[in-house]
């Protein structure tokens, strides 16, 4: 028979550290709370309406009724902010019902302003819900017309400020896109009207779910001519540091999951507030797995959306955004 092995005793013991959950909680770094989250929600314009979404269970298509329901709940659970995307009425070649005074995202600004005047309203700027052919600004030779777009998009965002918008989110990754923003909002008197750009959007393949709830699919081609290759980490860092130049309030990095590296890199180099889009891929991968039994989807959710506020993120826009706030509450 061997003898023993006299092996030393630890001195130093990181486990006291997490012995039990009192003390986890209070050596914890990173905190998530309902107050870090933005809830997107899809509103449309037919009348009495609550479609679900096929690829995203549990997200509807709303029509303002609804969504004034859904509005009241997710400030009744702490989440701060919403930010809106519409499925209009019509299409055209250069998204006119975007800019319309009476367009969908118009009319639903104004009656979540007047049912829940204390939740702040951002709206996603852009045209591909809009358009006929699904692409993010007028065409001009089968590509989008940069400038052309950015004469729309002042348009819009100035259409949303008269609504009641409290901040607005361009997500076309079109050049000048702020200058053009924060120039027309500012022209027109709405200085208190914040810019959320998404300044550092990838073409990924996570759209997909959010393409059918928006109805914003390409009629053709794709949409790496304007966003950003999944492979550049260092273009990131430029198009930050240009729309914080052009007068960005908050940045943000979409997809969140696959590009925390990137989080990282953009929290480093910028004192502004950074968002992540936490996109319906990611959402739709967790959904389909926890029906299927193969994860716990609480204990997901709750890990995925820390990851993403511990790479740097500021808040997060998340489809669990209820689920997650229901969550911390318990």
């Not at 777009?149 to 050049?175: I, N």
């Not at 993120?313 to 229901?326: C, G, H, N």
Request: proline letters at 6%; glycine letters at 6%.
């Amino acid at each position: 028979m061997s003898e023993s092995l006299t092996v030393p005793k630890p001195v130093i013991r990181p486990r006291r550290l997490r012995a039990t959950e009192p003390i986890r909680q209070m050596v914890r770094e990173t905190r998530l709370t309902p107050a870090d989250l933005i809830y997107p929600l899809f509103v449309t314009y037919e009348k009495d309406t609550r479609r679900e979404i096929p690829s995203m269970p549990g997200q509807y298509q709303l029509s303002i009724n609804h969504l004034i329901e859904e509005v009241k709940i997710t400030k009744a659970l702490g989440i701060p902010a919403i930010i809106l995307f519409g499925i209009p009425p019509y299409k055209d070649a250069e998204g006119s019902d975007s800019f319309s005074e009476d367009g969908i995202i118009q009319q639903a600004v104004r009656a979540v302003k007047d049912a829940v005047p204390d939740m702040w309203v951002i709206t996603d700027v852009c045209f591909c819900e809009y358009t006929d052919h699904g692409h993010c600004g007028p065409l001009k030779n089968g590509t989008v017309d940069n400038d052309a777009t950015l004469e729309l998009l002042a348009r819009q965002v100035v259409s949303h400020a008269r609504a009641g918008a409290d901040m607005v989110a361009p997500s076309g990754m079109m050049d000048g896109m702020v200058r053009a923003i924060r120039s027309a909002l500012d022209a027109e008197g709405f200085t208190d009207v914040g810019i959320l750009s998404y300044a550092v959007k990838y073409a990924s393949a996570f759209y997909g779910p959010f393409r059918e709830a928006a109805d914003s699919a390409p009629q053709f081609g794709d949409r790496r001519s304007y966003q950003m290759d999944p492979a550049n980490a260092r273009e990131a860092l430029r198009e930050a540091q240009l729309d914080v130049e052009e007068g960005a309030d908050m940045l943000m990095v979409k997809p969140a999951l696959s590009y925390l590296d990137i989080i990282r890199r953009v929290r480093k180099a910028t004192t502004l507030p950074l968002a992540a889009y936490n996109v319906s891929g990611e959402y739709a991968m967790v959904k389909a797995a926890a029906a299927n039994g193969w994860i716990e989807e609480q204990r997901i959710v709750l890990e995925l959306l820390t990851s993403i506020k511990r790479a740097g993120a500021d808040v997060i826009l998340t489809y669990f955004a209820k689920e997650a706030a229901t969550y911390l509450q318990q």
